[in-house]
Structures are given as structure tokens and as C-alpha cells.
């Protein structure tokens, strides 16, 4: 990938609003990857892990930033969240720990998450200009339900863990790499989506700019040509890694990045409060004639939602 994709010419703007503090992860990152990509969890695994974030002394709360203008209600609850969108494979695991309760893993916490394909598009918002130059949405052969796709939501297991599979996010004019993440708390699944209960964090995940870098020369996200904006750039990111939401990442495999990342990080929150965002309308400005409300009933189920393929 050629230096052409990154802008430092952006200003820095910062649109953080603290709702507690956030110190150095230390520990509970250690505690929070061995609880994210453990395959099988028991309430036995989840006391350890709680005991071991405590011992540390440190324990995180979140930063809350803004939901950005792309969210949508009604995202269905499913691990694969693709629905053949085509990028690098992604295995995101979050790990939801209650800061006001020594750390321990919040157990049933619904984990919602929402980003961009390949190309900068968001299902629902197809006809945003994501900027640069970028084929048209449809040109991507999906059959996706373009209200619906690279959204979801996933419960949280005794662990405070949930998994998703999805896509690397491309990038839009004048944000970086990121994904958007809320957690629920108290409501219940209905539907085949989550109703009710109160959101205690909303934020962003973000990637390492060389490994976005990286990502960003492989098809199907070189076909978007244009400036994309570094970290230090971003208006959202403000530089406090994992505590702000910075992604630790493995490649599936050390030579071939085209095979996919799995990605971790523990998200501390206080289950009694609500943070339904800092701010409003950061991170880009959708189309007037945007659509808002929950997606059609007829809208496709995990089970039917076919996997996400990699361009080599």
C-alpha cells in the first residue's frame, strides 16, 4: 500500500467525553485474553477471571464517545454478522467486565456492534459518499439486505464474553479504521433482535494503523482510492489505546494477512448507569433521506447468512 491512502493534513479534533477514569490496563488485559479466546467458559473460569483483574489493582471504565450518524435499531442477534460481504476475515471477541463490582464478568450483557464494509459503505446508509473514489455499493455482487448487514448483536456468556464474525471495516472520509459498539443491559432478546434494558456504553474500536495499512492493499479495499485518516488524525480516537478502545490483533496467519485477524479487548462498564453516547453526529453525516427505524421483518437470519470471504 502506498503512503497516498493516509492523511495527516486532518486537524486533530477530539469528540471524547469521559464518563470515568481510565488508567493503565495492565492485568485485566492479561485476564481479559485468556477469557476472550477461551473456546469453552465455565463459571469456574469466569471467578478466576474476575479474581485475577482484581489482584492487579486496576480496573477500567470506558471511555463513552460518540454513536456517530449510522446507527439503526432492530440489529439481529447473530454471530455472523457478514451476509457475504467479502474483506478479510475478522473473529472480534469483547469481554464485558463490571468496574463497579472488582471486575467481574457481566454475564448476559447483550454486545451490539455496527460498522462499514469493504468500501466505506454502512448497510441502510448506501448512498453516503464515503469519500475518495469507491464503486458503487451494489457493485459488490452482495445480496445482502442493505439494511442489515455488518450490524449485530451478540449475549454475553458466564464469562462476560461474546464473539462476532465478521469483516475488517474499510474506511470513509474523515474517520479511521474503527467499529461501533454499545452494551446493553436488562433487556432480553425478542424477535430475533434485543428490546428494552438501558445501554451502559457506547463507543468505538479501533486498528492499528500499519495493520490497516496492510489490510487496505488487499482487495477488495484497494478498489476505494483516496486519503484515509490516521489515529493521531482521527476526531473520535484520542490516543489511550486499549482503554479507548484500541483492538489487540493476531493474524490467523504471520505471511498471508489476506486470511483474516482475530481481535480482543475488555470493555469495563457500570452496569447501573446509562452512556448512550458522548455528543451527536461525529464520525461523518449520512443522506437526508436516510432511513431510520428498525430493519424489515423479513430480514435475514444468522442461520441463513453465508460467510464472509477473503480476496487473496
Known amino acids: 500500500m502506498t503512503g497516498s ?5 486532518i486537524t486533530r479534533r477530539r469528540a471524547i467525553a469521559v464518563t470515568g477514569g481510565t488508567v493503565a490496563a495492565g492485568g485485566l488485559a492479561v485476564a481479559g485474553y485468556q477469557s476472550a479466546f477461551a473456546d469453552e467458559t465455565t463459571t469456574t473460569d469466569a471467578d478466576a477471571t474476575a ?12 471511555s463513552s464517545v460518540t454513536e456517530g450518524p449510522y446507527y439503526l435499531d432492530g440489529a439481529l442477534v447473530r454471530k455472523d454478522i457478514t451476509e457475504g460481504k467479502s474483506g478479510v476475515p475478522l473473529t472480534l471477541r469483547i469481554t464485558v467486565q463490571d468496574t463497579t463490582d472488582s471486575c467481574n464478568p457481566v454475564a448476559g450483557a447483550a454486545v ?9 459503505y454502512y448497510s ?3 448512498t453516503a459518499n464515503p469519500g475518495g473514489s ?8 452482495s445480496t445482502a439486505n442493505d439494511l442489515t448487514y455488518l450490524r ?3 449475549v454475553a456468556n458466564a464469562n462476560g464474553v461474546v464473539k462476532f464474525e465478521t469483516i475488517v471495516p474499510g474506511w470513509y472520509t474523515p474517520r479511521t479504521c474503527h467499529i461501533h459498539v454499545k452494551v446493553h443491559t436488562g433487556g432480553e432478546k425478542e424477535d430475533g433482535t434485543y428490546e428494552g434494558g438501558t445501554v451502559n456504553y457506547t463507543g468505538q474500536l479501533f486498528f492499528d494503523d500499519d495493520i490497516a495499512e496492510t489490510i487496505f492493499a488487499l482487495e477488495p479495499y484497494s478498489q476505494h482510492s ?24 493476531e493474524p490467523v496467519h504471520k505471511k498471508d494477512p489476506s486470511k483474516g485477524y482475530k481481535g480482543f479487548i475488555t470493555l469495563g462498564i457500570d452496569p447501573d448507569a446509562e452512556s448512550t453516547g458522548a455528543g451527536s453526529g461525529g464520525g461523518g453525516t ?7 427505524g428498525t430493519p424489515p421483518s423479513d430480514a435475514p437470519s444468522d442461520s441463513a447468512s453465508p460467510s464472509a470471504s477473503a480476496s487473496s
Do not use: F, R
Open 5 to 9: 491512502h493516509k492523511d495527516k493534513s
Open 51 to 62: 479474581s485475577a483483574s482484581s489482584s492487579s489493582g486496576t480496573c477500567v471504565l470506558m
Open 112 to 120: 451490539e456492534i455496527w460498522h462499514c464494509d469493504a468500501w466505506g
Open 124 to 126: 441502510g446508509y448506501t
Open 134 to 141: 469507491a464503486p458503487a455499493e451494489s457493485e459488490d455482487g
Open 152 to 154: 449485530g448483536y451478540q
Open 226 to 249: 483516496g486519503s484515509y485518516t490516521t489515529l493521531d488524525n482521527d476526531m473520535v480516537y484520542d490516543g489511550g489505546g486499549a482503554s479507548s478502545g484500541l483492538l489487540t490483533l
Open 286 to 292: 449520512p443522506p437526508s433521506d436516510a432511513p431510520t
